[in-house]
Every structure is written in structure tokens, then in C-alpha cells.
């Protein structure tokens, strides 16, 4: 994986969620139903401002290219949200499956907030999740948050969680990468990081 988190998306980001579930409608007529499928995640559109093609816009140019083949990773964006201290918070407990995790480590009474992100690493890879409801970690340092989408990996007991700064990993998305240098000797960049299944 090729780390780009320093790379400023100042320009914008696009996230989504990525559904492989679905409505199953009856044909004649009766209750529509849910069905929801393992594998939902994220995407995100990044733009980068415009950079002087040298050194700056050479450097990310080769970097984004690496990643076309080795996948990155990307800081997420949570635009005007902070974190505050929430202490070096793990998972407490083996998880197999769900949307349930309890953590441990945080800082004592820590506020977890609707819609927050987190990233959970398991076996070496990142995975992003945002948090279901307000909930209030306990004076230990204990809670358990429900998250969307589903989990997509089982999770081990210590597995290390990032509430302050969340990262997605994945894929560029398409079959190409590719730039455009204007005339000024700058180039904007624009690609799509989709998470790895």
C-alpha cells in the first residue's frame, strides 16, 4: 500500500457507501423486504489542489501510479469534527460477525458521536466504519458502539482502533490514472480510492 495521507485533498473529496444490499419487491405487490449483503464499504473522489509540477506534482504523479498497481491509503475527511482525546482505544473482545464492538482504552468518559469514523487495523489492514448512535464510554474506559456497514472481517481481541485520525485503504478505481499539466506548470490531480473488499 502506498501511503497517501499527506497528500492535501483541499480541492475535495466525494465519499460514498457502497451497497451490495437490496429491496426485494414482491411482483404482485405485498411487503417489501431488505436484504442486506456482507461487503458493503466506501469510496471517495479526491481532488488535489493545483501543485507546481516540480518537484510536488512529479512526486505525487509517481506515487498515485504505484497506488494504481499496490493500493493506498488516504486520510479521511471528517470536515469540522474533532476528535478530542479519545485515549489509544482497542477492540476488548473477540468479534466474528455483526455490527457490535467493544472497545476498551479510551479515555475515561469519552463521547463517542453519531455518524464519528474509525478505522479498525485487523491482520494488517485498515478497515472504516462510522458509529451508529451517541453513546458515553465508562469510567474505565469501556463501551460498546454499534457501526455501519456490517463487519467484514472477523476481529481479534487488541486490535488497534484510530478515532483520531481514520485512514481507508483500497484500490484506484478504473483501468487508467491520469493527469493533465497546464500551461502554468501545474497539475491538479483527481482519482478514486475504493476500499478493499
Excluded at 148 to 154: A, E
Aim: hydrophobic letters at 40%; glycine letters at 12%; proline letters at 7%.
Amino acid at each position: 500500500m502506498i501511503d497517501l495521507t499527506d497528500l492535501e485533498l483541499t480541492g475535495g473529496t466525494t465519499p460514498r457507501l457502497l451497497d451490495w444490499g437490496g429491496e426485494l419487491v414482491p411482483p404482485f405487490g405485498g411487503v417489501t423486504q431488505r436484504l442486506d449483503r456482507l461487503g458493503s464499504r466506501h469510496s471517495v473522489d479526491c481532488v488535489a489542489p493545483a501543485r507546481a509540477m516540480e518537484p510536488n506534482g512529479r512526486l505525487w504523479i509517481a506515487r498515485l501510479k504505484r497506488a494504481k498497481r499496490e493500493g493506498a491509503i488516504i486520510a479521511f475527511p471528517q470536515v469540522g469534527f474533532d476528535p478530542g482525546n479519545p485515549g489509544t482505544p482497542v477492540v476488548a473482545a473477540a468479534v466474528t460477525a455483526g455490527n457490535t464492538v467493544p472497545l476498551s482504552g479510551l479515555t475515561s468518559g469519552y463521547r463517542l458521536h453519531e455518524g464519528q469514523w474509525l478505522t479498525i487495523f485487523h491482520a494488517g489492514r485498515r478497515y472504516l466504519y462510522s458509529i451508529n448512535t451517541e453513546i458515553v464510554g465508562t469510567s474505565s474506559g469501556t463501551a460498546t458502539i454499534q457501526v455501519t456497514p456490517f463487519l467484514r472481517t472477523q476481529l481479534s481481541q487488541g486490535d488497534v482502533i484510530n478515532l483520531s485520525e481514520p485512514e481507508m485503504e483500497g484500490w484506484l478505481a478504473g483501468d487508467e490514472f491520469a493527469w493533465s499539466p497546464d500551461t502554468d506548470r501545474t497539475v491538479s490531480l483527481k482519482f478514486t480510492v475504493t476500499e478493499r473488499a
